[in-house]
């Protein structure tokens, strides 16, 4: 339940409270004075779309701030949890707060329990709090979808058990058609991609390339392309470090002649007997570099020019498999850990489409009982739906009208069933039932509307409803049956109207008026609650246009006593 909105520079409206509460809300004022501002208020709350144009001119921004009583552990209080909002204790319910600022560019900014949130947190929680119906929703009302989703409300439980039975039946057979189409019609393609795939591996098991041999390779043609040059140069060096035996002219005889001249003296000055000793192993070192020259010599390939041919050989061969399926060798051994995998999944497309065949023809039979049980469901509600429609529409001064629900087959499936909805209205005994959107005027569509929610409500309750002038093209004892229905409707649910009908108004057991003054060149509009001879006054100008007529007064007064009794 609403308890109360506060509004900031909302169109024409400068400032204004709200207070609603329980029960029956009437909204009224003169034309142009904003009232409809109020339910405009209401959608920034609950999510929706707005722009600039919103802002009161000369005014940076509009704000809106609704004061709710929610159940503490309901849905919209888990709701508000999980976006970071608080709650405020207020004695078995707990008190939410939701606000919504639009600036003079067009931004906005959402307000969740006192928390900034997504402007989506507002329509979720919107989609569980408040119904709104406007003149627009009458034209809706003349939709097939509209009128199933109407149909699908009053059904209630069972209809959204077998419902969910349905779609998820449905769902998962649209999955295994959508696999059984594609394996089906790209069949082709996927056999060509197996032969080739098994090409594939073929050559690459036969070639067995292996990780990192595509360097090695590169590293021993390297090798042997200089082989004549790797030898030079490892018998020059080792000539230098040490030559035939009886020259001293290399490394290594240099060393041990300077080792055996500093033997010699180190008897005098023991200092030269370390120098000696390093120059030993000086010697010692040169000796081994030798030795390994000449092994590195010795293990040169005789017949260098034979194996950098095969070497050659082999590269081009892996240079061959990564320019066929690569772009590199790493790519190559990929594709040969992965091929197997890949080519069962294409040679068990048969055996798989098989296996789909039967789950599709399983599954469909599924599905068409399942929609048989939804449409068994919605038969049976439709009927009583039109029949308690008819019965409140009789008391909405159609005394002879009948509201008939049809529930036909279509020729196709979709995620709603197959049932086409039709809402029907047979105005009097004898007349052929019409749909709504070719036989009734406006005036029948509000009263349509009142009698579905106010039947509905009883099947699937909201706590609270907003009607936008649905009393329009209606008058006289008709508009008094609409304001009596909306009263019964407040018995279990909020209900705020905006009207401009006294008959409807006076059945209220809360009226607000939004007043119109003026500052010269802006409209400001502001919200009283009246009561008394305010209310009398305001019921008399919604009459005659004059607020002070005696007989306008009379009227109201007269208005006031039936609605009270």
Do not use: C
């Amino acid at each position: 339940m609403i308890e109360e909105i506060e509004i900031r520079d909302l169109g024409v409206i400068a400032s204004g409270t709200l207070p609603l509460g329980p029960g029956f809300t009437a909204v009224t004022g003169e034309t142009g004075a904003g009232k409809t501002m109020v339910v405009t208020a209401l959608g920034l709350l609950l999510g929706q779309r707005s722009d600039s144009g919103v802002v009161r001119a000369g005014q940076k921004q509009t704000s809106v701030q609704g004061r709710w009583l929610v159940p503490g552990d309901g849905v919209v209080a888990e709701r508000v949890r999980e976006a970071g909002g608080d709650l405020d204790p207020a004695g078995d319910a707990a008190e939410l707060l939701l606000g919504r600022i639009v600036t003079a560019e067009g931004r906005g900014r959402a307000i969740v329990g006192g928390r900034t949130a997504p402007i989506g947190i507002l329509s979720e929680l919107g989609e569980q709090l408040v119904v709104v119906h406007g003149q627009s929703d009458q034209i809706r009302l003349r939709a097939a979808p509209a009128q199933r989703d109407a149909l699908d409300r009053f059904a209630g439980e069972p209809l959204q058990l077998a419902l969910g039975d349905y779609q998820r039946r449905y769902t998962e057979l649209l999955e295994l058609r959508t696999e059984l189409e594609t394996l089906t019609n790209e069949r082709d393609t996927r056999l060509l991609e197996a032969e080739q795939l098994r090409v594939a591996l073929a050559e690459i098991e036969q070639a067995d390339p292996q990780p990192g041999e595509d360097a090695e390779l590169a590293e021993r043609a390297d090798r042997l392309t200089n082989l004549e040059e790797l030898r030079l140069s490892a018998a020059g060096a080792r000539e230098l470090v040490s030559a035939e035996a009886g020259e001293e002219s290399d490394v290594v005889g240099l060393l041990e002649g300077a080792r055996r001249q500093l033997d010699r003296a180190s008897v005098h000055d023991p200092a030269l007997g370390a120098i000696a000793a390093s120059v030993a192993n000086a010697s010692y070192l040169a000796a081994e570099i030798a030795a390994e020259l000449s092994s590195y010599l010795a293990g040169l390939d005789e017949d260098g020019a034979r194996e950098l041919e095969v070497v050659q050989e082999r590269r081009a061969t892996l240079a061959t498999l990564a320019r066929k399926y690569g772009p590199t060798p790493e790519d190559v051994l990929h594709l040969l850990e992965t091929g197997s995998t890949r080519l069962m999944e294409l040679d068990g497309d048969s055996d798989r489409i098989t296996q789909l065949e039967g789950d599709v023809e399983r599954l469909s039979g599924e599905v068409d009982a399942a929609a048989a049980t939804l449409s068994a469901v919605r038969i049976e509600a439709a009927a009583r739906l039109g029949a308690a429609a008819s019965a409140e529409l009789r008391s909405l001064a159609m005394a002879e009208a009948e509201l008939v629900v049809e529930v036909s087959d279509r020729d196709d499936l979709t995620l709603h069933g197959k049932d086409v909805i039709a809402f029907l209205l047979r105005p009097h005994a004898g007349a052929e039932p019409r749909p709504l959107g070719k036989g009734a005027s406006g005036g029948e569509l509000s009263r349509v509307m009142l009698a579905l929610e106010v039947v509905i409500a009883g099947a699937d309750p909201v706590p609270t409803f907003v009607f936008d002038e649905v009393d329009a093209g209606v008058g006289g004892a008709a508009a008094i049956e609409i304001g009596r229905r909306l009263a019964a409707l407040a018995e279990r649910s909020q209900v705020i109207v905006v009207t401009h009908l006294a008959q409807v108004a006076a059945f209220a057991n809360n009226h607000l008026s939004v007043v119109k003054g003026g500052d010269g060149s802006v409209t400001a509009s502001s919200v009283r609650q009246l009561v008394g001879a305010e209310r009398e006054a305001e019921m008399a100008r919604l009459l005659s246009g004059l607020a002070e007529s005696d007989s306008g007064l009379a009227h109201a007064r007269e208005l006031l006593a039936l609605a009270a009794s």
